[in-house]
């Protein structure tokens, strides 16, 4: 049994279970934050026996220690934006009961979600890529406006980006993203004393890197535009699949074993002499569409790797 654990509407995880289906595997789909506890049931067994436990669906009924692999891609939330207190009380009980029963399966996650809350932490990415060896950007992270506007004199061009994605709205109510975009000295002012805010010294780009590792198979892509943050327009875009830079594979490979992960999504930024940058890791981020782009074999790759036998 290979369990999927995303949300109904995920195209990304359909592409790998394609593959699994074509392969006969036996795998079961499943979204806690949606199903539980209104359209599944759950019971796990603790104490004097090793672990068991059952969980039904409307369409499966999965023996937990049967589970030889989890895929964990975009589960919905636990918790609803603005939960009542009884969708809170809910949501918490599910998470912690629920997501900690399948967070302690003793099989092989693709990546476990423990890992990949971790990783997600953009202090935490930066640090293990400067171990591991990548040129790292000069970075600040912090709520001081002198701090920020010294940064900003010291490494200018510097460029803003959010520590994580989050909802936003627009004045007009619209759905918002707020993008990297470079700031002067003179834009940063007492607003910054709110929150924390990340500032990165701007590398001087060719180009931007997509490296996309499932385990150790390393899939690059170079993306040429003319944007700042590639991810602005994709119709812009155009993509050569590449070697990697020499040591680039060997280093990605390396950081997400330190974070124990077995999938990372890396953004490099290219300098004209070939040099790669390291820009951020995302442990669970998005790659169908590169497959699409480039019929790099992605999907087929994660398939590989949920059907491994244990080691």
Same mark, same amino acid.
């Given at each position: 049994m290979i369990l999927v654990l995303t949300c109904l509407d995920d195209p990304t995880a359909d592409m790998v279970i394609k593959h699994l289906? +074509?392969? =006969?595997?036996?795998?079961?789909?499943?979204? %806690?934050?949606?199903?539980? %506890?209104?359209?599944? +049931?759950?019971?796990?067994?603790?104490? =004097?026996?090793? %672990? /068991?436990?059952?969980?039904?669906?409307?369409?499966? /009924?999965?023996?937990? =220690? &049967?589970?030889? #692999?989890?895929?964990? /891609?975009?589960?919905?939330?636990? *918790?609803?934006?603005? %939960?009542? &207190?009884? +969708?809170? @009380?809910?949501?918490? &009980?599910?998470?912690?009961?629920?997501?900690?029963?399948? $967070? $302690?399966?003793?099989?092989?996650?693709?990546?476990?979600?423990? $890992?990949?809350? !971790?990783? +997600?932490?953009?202090?935490? &990415? *930066?640090?293990? #890529?400067?171990?591991?060896?990548?040129?790292?950007?000069?970075?600040?992270?912090?709520?001081?406006?002198?701090?920020?506007?010294? @940064?900003? !004199?010291?490494?200018?061009p510097v460029v803003y980006k959010p520590l994580r994605a989050t909802p936003y709205t627009g004045p007009n109510g619209e759905p918002t993203t707020i993008w990297t975009a470079q700031v002067q000295s003179g834009d940063l002012d007492d607003s910054i004393g709110g929150a924390a805010h990340l500032f990165q010294a701007r590398v001087d780009k060719a180009a931007d890197l997509r490296v996309t590792v499932v385990a150790e198979r390393v899939f690059c892509v170079r993306l040429d535009s003319d944007l700042l943050d590639w991810r602005r327009d994709y119709d812009r875009l155009s993509y050569t699949v590449i070697e990697p830079p020499p040591g680039l594979a060997e280093g990605c490979v390396a950081y997400v074993g330190a974070l124990g992960l077995r999938f990372g999504a890396f953004d490099f930024a290219l300098t004209g002499d070939g040099v790669p940058v390291f820009l951020e890791c995302n442990p669970n981020g998005q790659w169908a569409w590169l497959e699409d782009a480039t019929g790099l074999p992605i999907a087929a790759a994660i398939a590989d790797l949920l059907l491994e036998e244990p080691k």
């Open positions: 289906n +074509e392969r =006969e595997a036996l795998v079961a789909r499943f979204d %806690p934050g949606a199903d539980f %506890p209104t359209d599944a +049931e759950l019971s796990a067994w603790f104490g =004097e026996v090793l %672990p /068991r436990g059952v969980l039904t669906t409307r369409s499966r /009924r999965i023996v937990l =220690e &049967q589970v030889r #692999a989890v895929y964990y /891609r975009r589960p919905t939330p636990y *918790l609803p934006d603005r %939960p009542s &207190q009884v +969708e809170r @009380f809910v949501g918490t &009980q599910s998470r912690f009961g629920v997501g900690g029963i399948l $967070a $302690a399966l003793p099989c092989s996650y693709v990546s476990h979600p423990w $890992a990949v809350a !971790a990783a +997600e932490h953009k202090p935490l &990415q *930066l640090a293990t #890529a400067r171990r591991i060896g990548f040129g790292v950007p000069a970075t600040l992270i912090t709520n001081r406006l002198d701090d920020a506007r010294a @940064f900003a !004199a010291e490494h200018g």
